[in-house]
Nanobody
């Protein structure tokens, strides 16, 4: 049983930056990977960043070079540093965790990027 809570969303102008945080609690010791997804109105949820328990990361081309995912030293926190934000980045961003095949989601945090 894992609970995820995101924070850090808000309104930012194009070209600006935001840092999202996700804190995991509960039975966190068996978490294998964590990630960030986003969902814009009328669109499907998509992966924007993933990180494995070993620290390897992956990003889609749409955010590569602009977004960086990292984990805290305690391994119960994951961050998403978002730079050079674009209006197309506007979405609800969700934290995700995989625990031996079980998938958990946070409640989401809204990121709005103005022109």
């Amino acid at each position: 049983q894992v609970q995820l809570v995101e924070s850090g969303g808000g309104l930012v102008q194009a070209g600006g930056s935001l840092r999202l945080s996700c804190v995991a609690s509960g039975s966190i010791f068996s978490i294998n990977a964590m990630g960030w997804y986003r969902q814009a109105p009328g669109k499907q949820r998509e992966l924007v960043a993933g990180i494995s328990s070993g620290g390897s990361t992956n990003y889609p081309d749409s955010v590569k070079g602009r977004f960086t995912i990292s984990r805290g030293n305690a391994k119960n926190t994951v961050y998403l540093q978002m730079n050079s934000l674009k209006p197309d980045d506007t979405a609800i961003y969700y934290c995700n965790a995989d625990q031996g095949g079980l998938v958990y989601w946070g409640q989401g945090t809204l990121v709005t990027v103005s022109e």
